[in-house]
């Protein structure tokens, strides 16, 4: 059984003596800011192409030939049918986005859709996504088709199998390779979710924009003026590897940090350092930037990048 994730919070005291302590803490969350939560400001989202197409987005697919859903039976493991009649866990994926027409499928047992080839059976075997894991979406509305790279499509075969040998282009009518995609939850908008989605240039400009905007001095001075003395501060674990944190991750967080604490400092303010999004996710909600909504922080490796990361941020309130 892995360990409850503790709260992982640092108290960092930017006051310039000892003598000039708090007798309470009037406080507030800069929320929103370092760590990036749709609910808090949906316009960050607005300019991402196929929006509805993000990370971690759960679809099913239907058969118009079929008339069937696309399942993954036992939830993966073993060749991917079209034969239910009613959608449920096991014809449910999760989307790896790739770019705004390139994605991959996760299902529910952990493993994604894979192609062996052109003609081959499409199944739920793949561990970890790669070329053969890899399909470009096609839309009209409601309806999709999935291409291969070898420019082969997807098509539901009269045995109740999806093959990857569909050739030409299939057209929106009713036909083999031709799906109704439904989209049944779209929950995720966090960090992974606003940097894959624009990529890389896009989302830095984005994100500087955000960064050196959404929190500025005047307001430490604002909350200064009103007696607030704290401000908590939530961070995601990809500030300690600035200024180039793994993809798709953006760097530039730990620079607003710093900005931060020197109007802390200027203001008399005390920052509390929350830790909000821990390596591999301790959730798997988009405040702590899961790509798909699991949660692997209680990995033994990902609890030691986590110690490190709080070693890092400790270290860091002696100063930038």
């Not at 449910?92 to 390139?102: A, M, V």
């Amino acid at each position: 059984m892995a360990p409850p994730l503790l709260l992982l919070w640092l108290l960092l005291a930017f006051s310039p003596s000892p003598a000039s302590g708090f007798s309470k803490v009037r406080g507030v969350n800069l929320g929103g800011w370092l760590v990036v939560e749709r609910w808090i400001k949906p316009s960050l989202f607005d300019g991402i192409p196929n929006g509805d197409m993000l990370d971690g987005t759960q679809v099913q697919f239907w058969s118009v030939s079929l008339q069937k859903y696309v399942s993954a039976d036992n939830g993966g493991g073993g060749n991917v049918t079209v034969d239910r009649s009613v959608a449920s866990s096991w014809e449910t994926f999760k989307i790896w986005r790739i770019s705004d027409g390139e994605f991959q499928f996760r299902a529910f047992g952990g493993q994604f859709l894979t192609l062996n080839g052109e003609g081959s059976l499409l199944s739920a075997t793949a561990d970890s996504p790669s070329v053969n894991e890899t399909f470009y979406l096609e839309r009209n509305n409601t309806r999709i088709h999935l291409k291969f790279s070898t420019g082969s499509y997807l098509q539901a075969t009269s045995d109740n199998q999806l093959r990857g040998n569909y050739q030409g282009e299939p057209g929106w009518e009713d036909n083999d390779a031709t799906f109704e995609m439904a989209i049944v939850s779209n929950a995720l908008h966090g960090d992974y979710q606003l940097a894959n989605g624009y990529g890389n240039s896009k989302a830095k400009d984005v994100l500087m924009n955000h960064r050196s905007t959404f929190i500025a001095e005047e307001d430490f001075a604002f909350l200064s003026q009103h007696d607030i003395n704290t401000v908590r501060i939530p961070v995601g674990w990809w500030i300690a590897h600035d200024p180039d944190p793994p993809a798709p991750f953006i760097g530039g967080s730990l620079l607003a940090l710093d900005r931060a604490f020197l109007w802390a400092q200027a203001y008399n303010i005390k920052c509390i350092i929350d830790l909000h999004a821990a390596p591999g996710s301790q959730n798997g909600m988009e405040h702590s930037a899961s790509r798909d909504g699991s949660v692997d922080w209680p990995l033994p490796e990902y609890i030691s990048q986590t110690l490190d990361v709080i070693d890092f941020l400790s270290a860091r309130g002696d100063g930038p």
